[in-house]
């Protein structure tokens, strides 16, 4: 069974950075695209950030867009998100998510694509 585990999650003040971290175990990694979600309290879980499965295309939400970068290693089975130029806003509990294959541009950034999950790792930031 495909586990994934999220790392990386803190407290930053805006305009600040932190890269999350996400390892997958269980299968082999280069055969899943990965993606990134968040979710606020009180809010439905956003899609955040994708890649593909060899890393060479990427999917950004607006929102984030020329602040934060989605990158996969499949050597190291990771794939990371870093995150700059914080704001409030960001301030959600960060999941990864894999799904086998690659998806179409308007399925990736959709929770209900992924199959599986990593438990999440918080991210605040302090106005």
């Known amino acids: 069974q495909v586990e994934l585990v999220e790392s990386g999650g803190g407290s930053v003040q805006t305009g600040g950075a932190l890269t999350l971290s996400c390892v997958l175990s269980?299968?082999?990694?280069?055969?899943?695209?990965i993606t990134w979600f968040r979710q606020a309290p009180g809010k439905e879980r956003e899609g955040v950030a994708s890649?593909?499965?060899?890393?060479?295309?990427?999917t950004s939400a607006d929102s984030v867009k020329g602040r934060f970068t989605i990158s996969r290693d499949n050597a190291k089975s990771t794939s990371e998100l870093q995150m700059n130029n914080l704001q409030p806003e960001d301030t959600a509990m960060y999941y990864c998510?894999?799904?086998?294959?690659?998806?179409?541009?308007?399925?990736?950034?959709?929770?209900?694509?992924?199959?599986?999950w990593g438990q999440g790792t918080q991210v605040t930031v302090s106005s």
């Open positions: 890649i593909s499965t060899g890393g060479y295309f990427t």
């Open positions: 269980g299968d082999t990694f280069s055969l899943y695209s």
């Open positions: 998510a894999a799904a086998r294959g690659n998806l179409g541009d308007v399925y990736r950034l959709t929770p209900g694509q992924y199959t599986y």
